[in-house]
């Protein structure tokens, strides 16, 4: 099929091949596994956000299947016509619960999570949203759909945010909104919440805290990284994923009782792109009965990422600054990170390669995730493999 139309866009997608940003994602041909096949090749998957392995769990899929037969396979309508079901205010309230929190919404992920709250909190030329310049693109793109002027602040710098916050700019504005994530998806490093949050208070800013890689992960029995710095219910709005741990697809604000009524009046993702289906729903209650009732997989989760990044440096790459389960693995030229992850997947092994737009220039890496499903014997197999290439490739 051509159209003269459309004939620029081959022409883009070879620049993108020179630039290495033409993506070919690898196809999995069974569930989000610990040891998954990809490609019609057993590895050892280093590469899923599923962190606590549940994605593939028999009591989450139960639950998901019971409600199918409930309420049917979806639900055809936005949240404010027909699409509320009453499983959906049950995870609204557990979810605010887990949070400590008063209240909290759902939306349809957390990427229109971010665009819904960035946009009906900044609905003025006179506000003014300030974000970390590593914050996800989600924020980002919120941040583009806001009505307010924004300023971005160096990664975790308190200085520069704080200069921001002493503007005249910020002095002038009716409200001010500091957007961070809690967790760096990238380099696996934590916010400065602390220090973010007394700023906040100091200067009058709402907090908004996206921890789409913390929720599940850190804090106690996975709260996030609010309740990891000691801050439950002193911060505004927290964002969360259901894609990640909670390993089925969404994302929800957990906020005052008022806000989660204004965001479900006004916020546009809400009010015109329909609601999850009820499995959905039904898988997130079902990870949350996990994760509060059994310590094991958070404590797992925990080893795993403790004993990976230990193999990985014993074999002497850089591992960045990450504090969580997600470690990179840096190598800092673009070809070689995609020659590195082509190899290890020879060998078994999937962590995908993240290169320039995503990551700067230089700063091209490997990203590993592990997961509280995977064994010891998985992790000393997969570092091995990671010291044979590495040291083919010249990393190490
Ligand atoms: C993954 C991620 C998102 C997007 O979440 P989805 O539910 O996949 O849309 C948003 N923010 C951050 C920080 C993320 O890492």
């Known amino acids: ?3 003269k139309t459309l004939s620029f866009v081959k022409k883009e997608n070879e620049a993108l091949k020179k630039e290495n940003r033409f993506l070919t994602p690898r196809t999995l041909n069974s569930s989000q596994n610990p040891r998954a096949i990809i490609d019609g090749k057993k590895t050892v998957n280093l ?36 699409g509320t079901m009453d499983i959906h205010l049950e995870l609204e309230k557990k979810f605010a619960a887990f949070k400590r929190a008063e209240a909290s919404i ?29 914050n996800h693109a989600s924020i980002i793109d919120g941040a583009r759909l806001a009505k307010s002027p924004r300023k971005i602040y160096r990664h975790k710098d308190m200085n520069h945010l704080k200069e921001i916050l002493e503007s005249q700019e910020a002095k002038k504005a009716r409200r001010k909104l500091i957007v961070t994530d809690g967790v760096f998806s990238m380099d696996g490093d934590i916010a400065p919440l602390d220090e973010i949050h007394s700023l906040a208070k100091k200067y009058d800013a709402i907090l908004m805290v996206d921890d789409a890689h913390a929720s ?7 709260r996030g990284t609010v309740n990891h710095f000691g801050l439950d219910g002193k911060v505004e709005i927290q964002i969360g994923t259901l894609s990640k741990a909670f390993a089925a697809v969404g994302g929800y604000a957990a906020t005052t009782k008022d806000l ?8 546009r993702p ?17 990870v949350l009965d996990i994760l509060l009732g059994k310590p094991q997989y958070l404590k797992r989760l925990w080893e795993n990422t403790a004993f990976f990044k230990e193999e990985l440096k014993k074999a002497g790459f850089d591992t960045g600054e990450s504090e969580t389960p997600i470690t990179p693995v840096m190598v800092g030229d673009s070809e070689k990170a995609v020659k590195f992850s082509k190899q290890l997947f020879e060998e078994g092994v999937f962590a995908l390669s993240i290169c320039y737009p995503t990551v700067p220039k230089g700063k091209e890496r490997l990203r590993t995730i592990v997961t509280a499903g995977h064994t010891i014997k998985d992790l000393e197999f997969a570092a091995a493999k990671f010291a044979r290439v590495g040291k083919r490739l010249g990393i190490i």
């Open 216 to 222: 599940g992960v850190i804090g106690r029995q996975g």
């Open 1 to 3: 099929m051509t159209f």
């Open 260 to 267: 989660r009524d204004y965001l479900g009046s006004v916020a």
């Open 270 to 286: 809400f009010l015109f792109s329909s609601s999850q289906p009820p499995s959905v729903a039904a898988t997130c209650i079902a």
């Open 106 to 134: 759902l939306f349809q992920s957390g990427f229109t999570s971010n665009v819904a709250v960035c946009q009906s909190l900044m609905s003025s030329e006179e506000d003014l949203l300030i974000s970390d310049e590593l």
């Open 47 to 82: 590469t899923s956000n599923n962190y606590l392995a549940l994605a593939d769990d028999p009591y989450v899929k139960r639950k998901a299947i019971e409600a199918i037969k409930k309420y049917g396979a979806g639900t055809a309508a936005v949240r404010t016509i027909i």
